[in-house]
């Protein structure tokens, strides 16, 4: 008990030394040691490595799951040391959506089959998905996690001693340099700088030594960093294959479903729609005209006063066109363009034209003039000037 009081006042004695060196040095009162500036770098590199990789894990697991609530369950069981359970991703929900509306709906009809194909490839997708978050949680999450968790808090560990063993250290000297002053007017403090040199000795190698523990694990950033940069690639990887997959499963979809847009188009639907209920089909006189076939129509091209039909049709020829009484503007060229075609005019850049449009036009195209000279031009090419 005894033994256990005095370590307890000794400890108290030291809280309080260092906790005047510190409040002395904010005060501009007393003096502190600094560390060399290769330290310095190593701290502020360890820092900067701290706080982004805490910004990329999270910005990270936003990108994997989105939904913050999800976020926190999965954090909970991860703290809890239990398995996280298996959720549905949306793909795979959307999935089973449209397999049960095609069972509502038919599945013998263009609907219902068109609804299970591309229900599939959302469960398709929505199982790539679920790998891809698998394989970046492993091979790139983890890592990052176990720096921050593992060795961060090492270091950060050291550092406060480090820092406690700094503050020892300025204050013995303050000690130090007390006692000899006081050794100048009176012999009789001899005693005391005797033992301020002696306690100076002790807290300057148990600095040194600790300031070099500090060094080495500030100095293995560099392998974390190579740990992350291989992670990292392993991440871009997942992420590749996930997206190639999610292409082919599209480019499959879009192949199944080109053969039944003509199917919907041309009538299919109408007559499969009679097979799968005849009795409704002919249940009112309604729904007996909805089951006509279409008449086919004959898109009609409008005429512009005043603009020749191949305007109207989408091809421009330059002689037939002619400026409108008003509404041209002057425009400043950005860049030079190429003519595709002989319908487009050549543009250089920073000269100067004449340019404005014709009803029935793509709004992304103007009439240039320059000179004789006429053609359709990019209006993102372009500096319309009032």
């Not at 609530?69 to 909970?76: D, G, N, P, Y």
């Not at 192949?255 to 109408?270: A, D, H, R």
């Not at 860049?335 to 920073?350: F, G, H, P, R």
Request: with cysteine; net charge negative; glycine share 6%.
């Amino acid at each position: 008990m005894e033994f256990n009081v005095k370590k307890l006042a000794s400890d108290a004695g030291v809280f309080f030394s260092r906790a005047m060196q510190f409040t002395e040095e904010k005060l501009g009162q007393a003096e502190k040691t600094e560390l060399d500036a290769h330290f310095e770098n190593l701290l502020a590199r360890a820092d900067c490595t701290k706080n982004w990789t805490e910004k990329i894990l999270r910005q990270t697991e936003v990108l994997l799951q989105p939904n913050p609530s999800a976020r926190v369950e999965e954090f909970l069981y991860e703290k809890l040391d239990r398995k996280v359970p298996s959720r549905v991703t949306n793909g795979e929900l959307l999935a089973q959506y449209m397999t049960e509306a095609a069972n509502d709906f038919g599945p013998g009809t263009p609907y219902g089959k068109t609804l299970i194909k591309v229900g599939e490839t959302q469960r398709r997708l929505g199982a790539a998905e679920r790998e891809f978050i698998r394989s970046a949680s492993i091979s790139f999450l983890t890592p990052l996690r176990n720096f921050l968790e593992g060795d961060w808090r090492t270091i950060s560990k050291e550092r406060r001693i480090l820092q406690n063993r700094r503050l020892d250290l300025d204050a013995c000297k303050a000690r130090l340099k007390k006692a000899k002053a006081a050794e100048a007017k009176a012999a009789l403090w001899s005693d005391e700088v005797e033992k301020a040199e002696h306690e100076l000795r002790l807290t300057q190698t148990e600095f040194d030594r600790q300031a070099e523990v500090t060094r080495l694990l500030l100095e293995g950033i560099s392998s974390t960093h190579v740990n992350h940069l291989r992670c990292l690639h392993e991440f871009v990887e997942s992420q590749t294959n996930y997206y190639a997959q999610c292409y082919q499963f599209m480019l499959d979809l879009q192949k199944q479903l080109g053969g039944s847009k003509g199917e919907i188009f041309s009538g299919t639907f109408v007559g499969n729609a009679e097979s799968a209920s005849p009795a409704a089909a002919t249940s009112s006189p309604a729904v007996a005209a909805a089951t006509l076939p279409a008449v086919p129509t004959i898109p009609v091209v409008p005429t512009i006063v005043g603009v020749p039909n191949t305007v109207a049709e989408g091809v421009l020829n330059p002689n037939e066109v002619k400026p409108p009484a008003s509404g041209t503007r002057r425009a400043r060229v950005l860049y030079d363009y190429e003519a595709a075609d002989s319908t487009e005019l050549a543009l250089l850049a920073d000269e100067m034209i004449t340019v404005y449009s014709l009803p029935g036009m793509d709004p992304d195209w103007l009439i240039g003039e320059r000179g004789n000279q006429k053609g359709k031009v990019p209006v993102t090419y372009l500096e319309l000037l009032s």
